[in-house]
Every structure is written in structure tokens, then in C-alpha cells.
């Protein structure tokens, strides 16, 4: 019944090996059974691609699509587009090299391939000295230069690059090309999609000794040519409320993400239009709502279902730095 997904919900992570990726995950994070090439941690995830497998709790075991398809609203909230589908994908990516130059579709041109719309965004929680962010492309790049910086190899030269420091944050809507540069660890929030068409990969050869599939006349029909360079985001200008701090980072027609500086207990209402995500950055935290409380350490994503009338957060100490996401 919808009144007993009230309590906060954990996962098994699901690990990707891709061959950009490091091993800064379970190593910052303290994380046993990963890969020994640890690209991603897909952390609250319902795409058929990975899973997640409630961790503990009444409803361990369960798979998160599932739990969408039985308990609907009461799970994903009514902003969900469709109730019975968990609608966003949560992801740590270890950047070890380069991620390929990449577009993905949008809601307006997926169709064109065949391909889900995905917009996402990152926040940045690591990176090595003089590591980048690619996103957007320079102003005058038109179809017809980016076929020629193909045609010789200098793709990355029509990107815009951004440097970056960990808690910035950056917006790529879908149809934006992009790249997460080498040494950068990230947080990531996105459509739930993992439909993603390679324009570039450095020249680069996969674990086979030949160079990796590329999808350029798919991209071309995904990028948005009008599409602005972007800017990193750095919160500020927060909202007490107490001791605590909350800092708008993005907002879409997707997700809403805000920066919590947690100095002391904290309860917020719901009103069962969204299910609330959480990423401890720092510190670590008691998350209570239904009756049952987890403790969440650094690196640890948890989800309350929108069905929760409210949710209380709790410092173990100190102070604590929360990612929160709704729809």
C-alpha cells in the first residue's frame, strides 16, 4: 500500500567499468566490490541499463522500476511526467581521461534518431590541477566547420572550455555538446536516458586496439545550433533558515537542485508532488522520514518517496554539505 513507502529508500550502487574511468570512487568514498576500472556509480537509477536494488529497509531487494510501476505518484510525486516511470538517473563519473566530445538528444529532436531525450547537469566534487570542463560550442562554429574540425581531427577546438573547482556546477541542456575533461570527479543529475552519440573521441582506441564507435550523423541531428555557451555555476547568495543554508543551483523543467549547508536538525514538508533526492558531499547525516532513520557518510545518495509528508535531516556532526534534488 502507498502509505507504507514513507521511509527513506538506499541502493546497491551500479557500477560502470568504462575506459576513461579512475579509481577515486572507492577510494574517497570507501567503496568495496567495484571494478577495478571504476568509471561510474549509478546511484539512484531505474533505467533499464542499471537497475537499482534496494539496499536494507522494508522494501529491500526491491528494484526501483518496480517500485515506480506498483506504487506510482506515490513514489515519483505528481510533477512525475509519467508516475508509474522514475524519471531522473543519479551518477558519481571518474574521469580518469577525457570522456568523448558527446550530444544527446533533447524532448524536441529525440525522435529524429530514435534516441531518449537527456539533459543533465554536474556538480563538481574533485578534480586534479588545470582540469576542464568542454560545453557548448565557440560562437560562428556552424555544421559545416565542425564536419571539417572532423575531417582533421580538432573537434575539441570548437568547444568551449571551462576550468573548474569542486562545488561548481555546470547545465548541459539536451542538444549541447560536451565533454568532462580529465581528472574530474562528478555528480551528476539527469534524465532518466543513457542514449549518448559520440562526435569525437581524441583520437583515441578502445580495449579491442580500434578506435571506438562514432555517431556523427546522429549528432548532427541532435545538436542544437542555437544553443548559448554556458557558464560554470558557483552557488552563492544562499537562504537561512536557522543555522542552516540552502543554495539554488539549477533548476529545469526536469529537476530542481539546491546546495544544503546542514548545521542542525532540519524538517521539510512535502506535498507529494515529487520525491526528494539526496547526495552527502561532506560530512555525514541521520535521514528519517516514515517512522525509519539511515545514516548517509560522504559519497552516500538516498531517496524519499513523495508519498512522505515530510523528512527530517539530522548532522552527525559538525557541519554537513547536502546535494537535494526534486521534479
Given at each position: 500500500?502507498s502509505?507504507d513507502?514513507r521511509v527513506?529508500?538506499?541502493?546497491?550502487?551500479?557500477?560502470?567499468?568504462?575506459?576513461?574511468?579512475g579509481c577515486?570512487?572507492?577510494?574517497?568514498?570507501h567503496r568495496?566490490?567495484?571494478?577495478?576500472?571504476?568509471?561510474e556509480?549509478?546511484?539512484?537509477?531505474?533505467?533499464?541499463a542499471?537497475?537499482g536494488?534496494?539496499?536494507?529497509?522494508?522494501?529491500?531487494?526491491?528494484?526501483l522500476?518496480?517500485l515506480?510501476?506498483?506504487?506510482?505518484?506515490?513514489l515519483?510525486?505528481t510533477?512525475a511526467?509519467n508516475?508509474g516511470?522514475f524519471?531522473?538517473?543519479?551518477?558519481?563519473?571518474d574521469?580518469?581521461?577525457a570522456?568523448?566530445?558527446q550530444?544527446?538528444?533533447?524532448n524536441?529532436n529525440?525522435?529524429?534518431?530514435g534516441?531518449?531525450?537527456k539533459?543533465?547537469?554536474?556538480?563538481?566534487?574533485?578534480?586534479?590541477?588545470e582540469?576542464?570542463l568542454?560545453a557548448?560550442l565557440?560562437?560562428?562554429?556552424?555544421p559545416e566547420?565542425?564536419?571539417?574540425a572532423?575531417?582533421?581531427g580538432?573537434v575539441?577546438?570548437q568547444l568551449?572550455?571551462?576550468p573548474?573547482?569542486?562545488?561548481?556546477?555546470?547545465?548541459?541542456?539536451?542538444?549541447m555538446m560536451h565533454?568532462?575533461?580529465?581528472?574530474c570527479?562528478?555528480?551528476?543529475?539527469q534524465?532518466s536516458s543513457n542514449t549518448t552519440y559520440r562526435?569525437?573521441?581524441?583520437?583515441?582506441?578502445?580495449?579491442?586496439?580500434?578506435p571506438?564507435q562514432?555517431?556523427v550523423?546522429?549528432?548532427?541531428?541532435?545538436?542544437?545550433?542555437?544553443?548559448?555557451?554556458?557558464?560554470?555555476?558557483?552557488?552563492?547568495?544562499?537562504?537561512?533558515?536557522?543555522?542552516n543554508?540552502?543554495?539554488?543551483?539549477?533548476?529545469?523543467?526536469?529537476?530542481?537542485?539546491?546546495?544544503l549547508e546542514l548545521?542542525?536538525p532540519?524538517t521539510?514538508?512535502q506535498?507529494?508532488s515529487?520525491?526528494?533526492?539526496f547526495?552527502?558531499v561532506?560530512?555525514?547525516?541521520?535521514?528519517?522520514s516514515?517512522?525509519?532513520?539511515?545514516?548517509?557518510?560522504?559519497?552516500?545518495?538516498?531517496?524519499?518517496?513523495?508519498?512522505a509528508?515530510e523528512?527530517?535531516?539530522r548532522?552527525?556532526?559538525?557541519?554537513?554539505?547536502?546535494?537535494?534534488t526534486?521534479?
Amino acid at each position: 500500500m502507498s502509505e507504507d513507502l514513507r521511509v527513506p529508500l538506499t541502493f546497491v550502487p551500479v557500477y560502470k567499468d568504462n575506459l576513461w574511468g579512475g579509481c577515486r570512487i572507492p577510494e574517497k568514498y570507501h567503496r568495496s566490490g567495484t571494478p577495478e576500472v571504476c568509471a561510474e556509480s549509478w546511484e539512484i537509477s531505474a533505467h533499464p541499463a542499471g537497475v537499482g536494488v534496494v539496499d536494507g529497509g522494508p522494501f529491500s531487494g526491491r528494484r526501483l522500476d518496480d517500485l515506480a510501476k506498483e506504487y506510482g505518484a506515490a513514489l515519483t510525486g505528481t510533477k512525475a511526467p509519467n508516475p508509474g516511470s522514475f524519471p531522473l538517473l543519479f551518477k558519481i563519473i571518474d574521469a580518469r581521461q577525457a570522456l568523448s566530445v558527446q550530444v544527446h538528444p533533447n524532448n524536441a529532436n529525440a525522435a529524429a534518431t530514435g534516441g531518449e531525450p537527456k539533459t543533465e547537469m554536474w556538480v563538481v566534487l574533485d578534480r586534479t590541477p588545470e582540469a576542464k570542463l568542454y560545453a557548448g560550442l565557440k560562437r560562428g562554429v556552424t555544421p559545416e566547420k565542425l564536419r571539417g574540425a572532423l575531417a582533421d581531427g580538432t573537434v575539441d577546438r570548437q568547444l568551449v572550455e571551462l576550468p573548474v573547482e569542486p562545488g561548481q556546477a555546470l547545465f548541459i541542456p539536451g542538444g549541447m555538446m560536451h565533454a568532462i575533461g580529465a581528472g574530474c570527479l562528478i555528480y551528476e543529475v539527469q534524465q532518466s536516458s543513457n542514449t549518448t552519440y559520440r562526435v569525437f573521441d581524441w583520437n583515441r582506441v578502445g580495449t579491442d586496439g580500434k578506435p571506438r564507435q562514432l555517431h556523427v550523423e546522429e549528432s548532427f541531428k541532435t545538436i542544437d545550433w542555437s544553443l548559448p555557451p554556458p557558464q560554470m555555476i558557483t552557488p552563492e547568495s544562499g537562504t537561512l533558515e536557522g543555522r542552516n543554508r540552502w543554495f539554488p543551483v539549477v533548476a529545469c523543467d526536469y529537476f530542481t537542485l539546491r546546495k544544503l549547508e546542514l548545521n542542525e536538525p532540519l524538517t521539510v514538508k512535502q506535498d507529494g508532488s515529487s520525491f526528494t533526492a539526496f547526495f552527502v558531499v561532506s560530512g555525514s547525516v541521520e535521514l528519517s522520514s516514515g517512522g525509519e532513520t539511515v545514516g548517509l557518510g560522504a559519497g552516500r545518495s538516498a531517496l524519499v518517496p513523495a508519498a512522505a509528508a515530510e523528512f527530517s535531516l539530522r548532522p552527525a556532526s559538525g557541519s554537513v554539505e547536502v546535494l537535494v534534488t526534486r521534479l
